[in-house]
């Protein structure tokens, strides 16, 4: 790894693909908010990510690895937040009118998502998710949890998911 520059910051970070879980820093900007960086406009094709630990699935049990860097396509990415505890703000405003939040689940490969989205009052989640076009979906108030590894369990106040790389259920 390169040494920091002096605009630049450490942010620890987990990432979700359909067959994985990366738990690792990224460097980032001082002045990027972390928990909307794969939103920007400066988000890498690779993700490089520092000492990663990762957790694959695909076989009969979950395996572990470590590296001392890796980068993972961004395509591939399915949900993205930061480690808790974070103090990163939220991406909306309280006072916007007109915008409610809707529980819903959200699988990404075996990941279990239990939060909320923000939507019109307008609109349903069937016709939201059907007009949405961005790249990047936000998670609210999210508890994160996997059969397979029954000890994980996370919440976080936000984090992105890409919508075309997950499904979305209602209870």
């Known amino acids: 790894m390169k040494p920091l520059e002096p605009d630049e910051k450490i942010a620890l970070v987990m990432l979700y693909t359909n067959t994985s879980l990366v738990r690792g820093e990224i460097v980032v900007k001082i002045s990027q908010r972390v928990n909307i960086w794969l939103r920007s406009q400066g988000a890498p094709n690779y ?18 690895s470590s590296f001392s860097e890796m980068f993972l396509p961004g395509a591939q990415v399915a949900g993205f937040h930061t480690v808790p505890p974070s103090d990163e703000p939220l991406d909306y405003e309280m006072s916007e009118t007109h915008r409610m939040m809707q529980p819903l689940d959200i699988l990404i490969g075996t990941f279990l998502l239990k939060g909320k989205i923000r939507l019109s009052t307008q609109m349903d989640i069937a016709t939201s998710l059907d007009v949405t076009r961005a790249g990047w979906m936000s998670v609210y108030d999210a508890d994160i949890t996997n059969p397979n590894l029954p000890q994980f369990n996370m919440h976080v106040p936000m984090l992105l998911v890409n919508p075309t790389l997950v499904t979305f259920g209602l209870a």
């Open 47 to 64: 993700i490089h990510v520092l000492r990663p630990q990762v957790i694959s699935f695909g076989g009969a049990s979950p395996r572990t």
